[in-house]
Nanobody, 125 residues
């Protein structure tokens, strides 16, 4: 599985961005998907996740109410809408696939099977 993320950029505080991630392969619809981010000098952290059938979404407390994750299985794509951006949201954002068919441990980095290449989001104050 290959994941290709796009949509990052430079935006002022309070602005919005939309990230996209396209997956290769015919089994995308069976994967739980997530977005993670990593700021300079910090560990990679969980941002948002969505189950394979879009039944359930999960968010880090720091982004709840501002970010929205969604997916389109017909397009092999997962999206992240970032609203009300803050300078502390500045990071490289990664899409991630969890192919495990059991319980979805969405915030467990060790459970990620595939990573995208990352897209830079920079929020200026």
């Amino acid at each position: 599985v290959q994941l290709q993320a796009s949509g990052g950029g430079l935006v002022q505080a309070g602005g919005s961005l939309s990230l996209s991630c396209v997956a290769s392969g015919r089994t995308f619809s069976t994967y739980n998907m997530a977005w993670w981010r990593q700021a300079p000098g910090k560990e990679r952290e969980f941002v948002a996740a969505i189950t394979w059938n879009s039944d359930t979404t999960y968010y880090a407390d720091s982004v709840k109410g501002r970010f929205t994750i969604s997916r389109d299985n017909s397009a092999n794509s997962v999206y992240l809408r970032l609203n009300s951006l803050k300078p502390e949201d500045t990071a490289v954002y990664y899409c991630a696939a969890d192919c495990y068919a059991g319980s979805f441990r969405y915030s467990d980095l060790s459970r990620v099977d595939y990573w995208g290449q990352g897209t830079q989001v920079t929020v200026s104050s």
